[in-house]
């Protein structure tokens, strides 16, 4: 996968060399460009925003860096990578958008400062290409560099070949299958006994069965109290009868 970002602050994107998504980069399993926004301006003091119409508070990205920019690294290329907005007014992020977008071949980001990107800009992108508008949740922060971490870290962990264990992310919170819609409950790692406390019983009985259905019974418990929301909209048929019994 290829994944473009375009910034004023190319060195917040630094993260993105270490760990997980680093050693994907090393691995050649993902090409990822960091590119300054104001190498796309053309006055003295490298302007990228300015007062709104109307009036208000704050400034606003102009247009043109943000046009020359993004049209210089997507060119003509076929097919179009989808780009994705980080915007607190988007589509929440969550992992089923992570499992779209891992599918896409190329994702470019904007990632906004001040009070974002000249509303034209998604406009005329939005006609010629798949604009994805994207918050990861309902609070403010500063810019889009810190949701654009944490959208590709969530997206690069989908890829082929990226985790160790391509089953580990297979029961994660949040994913599809079995546990679909179920937070993952505790777990557990040597030694046995640490001040005290011991390991739930049924994890060393190597029963897989119970071990399995103690697995999601706690996910229940867990779902039930951190996100009642998950389970008021979670799918009846998804339940087995054991379920229903708690
Ligand atoms: N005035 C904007 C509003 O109320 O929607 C907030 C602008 S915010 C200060 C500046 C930039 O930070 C946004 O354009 C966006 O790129 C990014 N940003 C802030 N909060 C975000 C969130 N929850 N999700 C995604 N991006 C966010």
Redesign the pocket.
Known sequence: MRIDVVTIFPEYLEPLNVSLVGKARARGLLDVHVHDLRNWTHDRHHTVDDTPYGGGP?MVMKPEPWGEALDEIIGAAEPPPVLVV?????RRFDQKLAVELSAAPWLVFT???????DRRVIDEYASRLDVRE????D??????EA?VLVMVEAVARLLPGVLGNAESHQDDSFAAGPMAQLLEGPVYTKPPEWRDRGIPDVLLSGHHGRIARWRRDQALARTAANRPDLIARCDPASLDKHDRAE
């Open positions: 704050g980080p915007t607190p007014s988007g990632p906004a400062r001040y009070e974002g990107i994207v918050s990861v949740g609070y403010v922060l500063a810019g889009g949701p």
